[in-house]
């Protein structure tokens, strides 16, 4: 992750399951584009807003696997940079695979 700016956001969960995600931000000190586990505060958030984002993120990570586009249709909304995967995935040309070695895949998908 040192080749990566700090403030770079990876799309992680669906796509890595061990570590579980929210453990990425803590190893490699980058954010997320969204969670799970994130979704468990939301009930209690004054803030409503936050939990029909959280739902709208949350459905779009889990929608990218049936439909590459969704990335697409994410970055129209939100800022991500890269999608980091436990398995190559058939990810179109227009995001290039940037890293990979036994454990991990990184995708470029700020283009």
Known sequence: MHNT???SI???E???TD???EEFRLACFRSI???FKEGGIVPYDENRDNAFDW???YDLIYAIRGNWDTIETIKRTYRVDYLFSEEQLPLPDTYPLLYSNTRFFIYDVRW
Request: net charge positive; glycine share 0%; proline share 22%.
């Open 55 to 57: 739902k709208r993120r």
């Open 33 to 35: 584009f969204t969670t």
């Open 5 to 7: 700016s700090t403030d």
């Open 14 to 16: 669906p796509f890595v």
């Open 19 to 21: 570590p579980p995600p």
């Open 10 to 12: 990876f799309i992680v």
